[in-house]
Nanobody, 123 residues
Framework: QVRLVESGGGLVQAGGSLRLSCAAS????????MGWLRQTPGKEREFVAA????????YYANSVKGRFTISRDNARNTVFLQMNSLKPEDTAVYYC????????????????WGQGTQVTVSS
């Protein structure tokens, strides 16, 4: 099993920044990926960003490209999401997720999920 624990959410004004962290523990997979997804009440969960463990290749949703940066520290089994130029529409619960395969990471089909952390951007 894999356990994921997010931190770093909070309230920020539009234009501000937040950095989310996700610490992973338990079983690890050599060819895996970590991702961030988000969900607003009444809306579908959506993909935000992902990073492959093996080579650090990153993927972003068009809505966050150029504003958000995903990174990882493999030694600490931690992934980060740096969010800059935040907008009110970025308000959501952000979930860290892990996928056993690094193929097709731009998806909602992740194998393990954290509990989520709230990000609220005020206008």
């Amino acid at each position: 099993q894999v356990r994921l624990v997010e931190s770093g959410g909070g309230l920020v004004q539009a234009g501000g920044s937040l950095r989310l962290s996700c610490a992973a523990s338990g079983r690890t997979f050599s060819d895996s990926a970590m991702g961030w997804l988000r969900q607003t009440p009444g809306k579908e969960r959506e993909f935000v960003a992902a990073i492959r463990k093996s080579d650090g290749t990153t993927y972003y949703a068009n809505s966050v490209k150029g504003r958000f940066t995903i990174s990882r520290d493999n030694a600490r089994n931690t992934v980060f999401l740096q969010m800059n130029s935040l907008k009110p529409e970025d308000t959501a619960v952000y979930y860290c997720a892990a996928r056993r395969s690094s193929v097709g990471v731009v998806t909602l089909a992740y194998d393990y999920w954290g509990q989520g952390t709230q990000v609220t951007v005020s206008s």
